[in-house]
């Protein structure tokens, strides 16, 4: 079954070429251009060779302007992966990292990041982490795993 975009009013057509006219950067040239081929009847095929672009996506974006209108076709934020740890967590991390581990009472003088790992898990400040995200937020904060607990010694 052939898609198309719905029926445009009149003000979305004028709209619409304003936005190519004047080279709006907020939404893409290429997606206007398949919004305004579907409305002249062109098919999902003809349009994905004129604007160079799959027609899975070709597609996508006329499902978008169709149920979003002008807002579908700008680009938005992907969401990604929500962030594992809370800010409150990574604070807490670089405190510790930062502290003389004697400080806390603990049996050694210097960090690991394994010793830091085993630390964060049993005193509950984190329920499980990677040595390699204790690394990263470390480096985040600017410190270096050799650097830990060196700064108030």
């Known amino acids: 079954m052939a898609l198309y975009v719905r029926k445009l009013e009149e003000e979305e057509w004028e709209e619409l070429e304003r936005i190519i006219q004047n080279m709006e950067n907020d939404v893409s040239v290429q997606r206007l251009m398949i919004i305004l081929l ?3 009847g062109h098919k999902v095929q ?3 060779r004129e604007v160079d672009l799959h027609p899975i996506n070709v597609r ?5 302007y169709n149920t979003d209108g ?3 076709l700008r680009s938005g934020k992907s ?3 929500p962030p ?3 800010e409150a967590q990574r604070k807490a991390i670089v405190d510790i990292a930062s502290a003389d581990p004697t400080s806390l009472n603990l049996p ?3 960090w690991s990041l394994q010793r830091l790992r085993k630390h964060l898990i049993d005193d509950q400040i984190v329920d499980q982490i990677s040595v390699e995200t204790i690394r990263q937020i470390l480096r985040a904060h600017g410190m270096q795993p050799r650097s830990m607990g060196s700064q108030h010694k």
């Open 46 to 48: 003809e349009i994905s």
């Open 70 to 72: 002008l807002d579908g």
């Open 38 to 40: 579907s409305a002249q």
């Open 84 to 86: 594992v740890f809370t």
């Open 60 to 64: 996508k974006w006329i499902h978008r």
């Open 79 to 81: 969401p990604g992966r």
């Open 108 to 110: 050694f003088k210097q």
